[in-house]
Nanobody, 124 residues
Framework: QVQLVESGGSLVQPGGSLRLSCAAS????????IGWFRRAPGKEREGVSC????????YYADSVKGRFTISRDNAKNTNYLEMNSLKPEDTAVYYC?????????????????WGQGTQVTVSS
């Protein structure tokens, strides 16, 4: 059974940086995808960034391109979301999610296993 545990959320000032971590366990295959999603107050959950484990293919939402970087450390079974130049509109609960195989679209419906979420608040 795949389990995901996020960490790294915090209160940060606009323009600041954070790194979120997603520790994964229970994978029975090397072919899977990890996604980072977020839900802001009053909004639907949206895909922020996704990565495939086998070929490293990545996706970024337009709103975070050039500011966020997704990465993985296969030896540690941990995935990261490096967030720079944070804006108040980045405030949300961030979730890590896993899907078997290579993702086609970075959307919540393609990911079946979810972490508990970590709060990111960008405010002065």
């Amino acid at each position: 059974q795949v389990q995901l545990v996020e960490s790294g959320g915090s209160l940060v000032q606009p323009g600041g940086s954070l790194r979120l971590s997603c520790a994964a366990s229970g994978f029975t295959s090397d072919y899977y995808s990890i996604g980072w999603f977020r839900r802001a107050p009053g909004k639907e959950r949206e895909g922020v960034s996704c990565i495939s484990s086998s070929d490293g293919r990545t996706y970024y939402a337009d709103s975070v391109k050039g500011r966020f970087t997704i990465s993985r450390d296969n030896a540690k079974n941990t995935n990261y979301l490096e967030m720079n130049s944070l804006k108040p509109e980045d405030t949300a609960v961030y979730y890590c999610a896993a899907a078997s195989g290579l993702f086609r679209r970075c959307v919540p419906s393609e990911f079946g296993t979810w972490g508990q979420g970590t709060q990111v608040t960008v405010s002065s």
